[in-house]
């Protein structure tokens, strides 16, 4: 299978949130990695709650690249578990190293940091929040942090090639790749001049830009127009909008029509739900709100990820492109 990116082009659309969202009810292992070049560890300090080990991630792989070690190695001694946030929320007990699953990896030498689960994906609460069981048989997902300093993200372009061979070669463990690219640098550089990773775009099977359904995102996304043109000329990977918040106001039919590009996903909008996953809040209280878990952002988060996850096996040529769904089933049938 190949890599997903996430990006936006202007502003902050919700790309981390997004692809957190994705991560967690993604229908394969999956890795999300943190190549945020405005490093800020959302993540660790937002859904996570601090918990999970300090220092590592990308600049650990960069010094283990210098040193001519093996990066996919270092890679997984690098992962941070990511439970569900039901998970989370009925544990208050931090972080710890333990060794990742048995199961026969050969480049699986080492361990990931978790937070330990707690409960078997019952409602004990009360609270209407029943499936921290992973949809499709309890997948694993795991974080690679990203950058520790401001000035790290143009040292590591070196690493990219590298890193994006490793990343790939995660299919042959049955694990998927969810590349966090925060909004895509401004100025000349990179893959088609957008400022994005040139090796790593190369070996990525989609390029999502996510974008809101308003207009100041939207404004955002048309100034950079030429940009996207370009990288959509110059890669193969299949680009398109993962789009937040369709009708509000304007539809995925009239933003797909404006700006030519397909509409891979749908999220919906609800800032409430989603701060569960940008901030951590129900969290660290122990107390997620009232039927979050079966709620239209969670269920469009589940259905987008399965269109996405659709697509990539489409790309790679696994599947009959009649059995994709339409993107935005999920988001407009969930109630």
Not at 11 to 28: E, I, K, N, Q, Y
Not at 261 to 269: H, I, K, S
Request: glycine fraction near 14%.
């Amino acid at each position: 299978m190949a890599v997903l990116l996430l990006t936006s082009a202007a502003g902050a659309p919700g790309v981390t949130s997004t692809a957190l969202g994705l991560a967690l009810w993604w229908p394969r292992e999956v890795v999300l990695v943190d190549a945020d070049p405005h490093p800020c560890h959302a993540v660790e300090a937002g859904y996570l709650g601090g918990r999970g080990r300090a220092g590592g991630g990308l600049p650990e792989l960069a010094r283990v690249h210098r040193q001519g070690g093996d990066l996919t190695a270092a890679l997984w001694s690098q992962l941070i578990d990511l439970p569900r946030p039901e998970d989370l929320a009925r544990s208050s007990r931090p972080a710890f190293s333990r060794p990742v699953s048995s199961r026969t990896v050969s480049s699986r030498t080492a361990g990931t940091a978790a937070v330990e689960p707690i409960g078997e994906g019952v409602d004990r609460d009360g609270d209407g929040n029943s499936e921290a069981a992973r949809d499709g048989g309890g997948e694993p997902a795991h974080l690679l942090p990203g950058f520790g300093h401001p000035a790290q993200p143009s040292l590591f372009q070196a690493v990219w090639p590298a890193l994006s061979t490793s990343l790939v070669e995660l299919d042959q463990a049955g694990v998927d790749v969810i590349v966090d690219l925060g909004r895509a640098p401004s100025g000349a550089g990179g893959a088609a001049g957008i400022g994005l990773p040139g090796d790593l775009v190369a070996r990525s099977g989609l390029l999502a830009l996510v974008v809101r359904a308003g207009l100041r995102s939207l404004a955002g996304l048309s100034l950079h127009r030429d940009r996207i043109d370009a990288l959509v000329a110059g890669t193969t990977a299949t680009v398109g909008l993962v789009l937040i918040g369709a009708g509000h106001p304007y539809s995925a039919h009239e933003i797909r029509r404006q700006f030519g590009l397909p509409v891979l996903a749908e999220v919906a909008e609800d800032p409430r739900a989603a701060a569960v996953l940008s901030d951590g809040v129900g969290i660290t209280s122990g107390s997620l709100p009232r039927g979050w878990g079966r709620g239209r952002y969670v269920s469009s988060l589940r259905h987008g990820a399965s269109v996405l996850h659709r697509q990539m096996a489409r790309h790679a040529g696994l599947v009959d492109p009649e059995l994709l769904e339409e993107p935005g089933a999920g988001a407009e049938e969930a109630t």
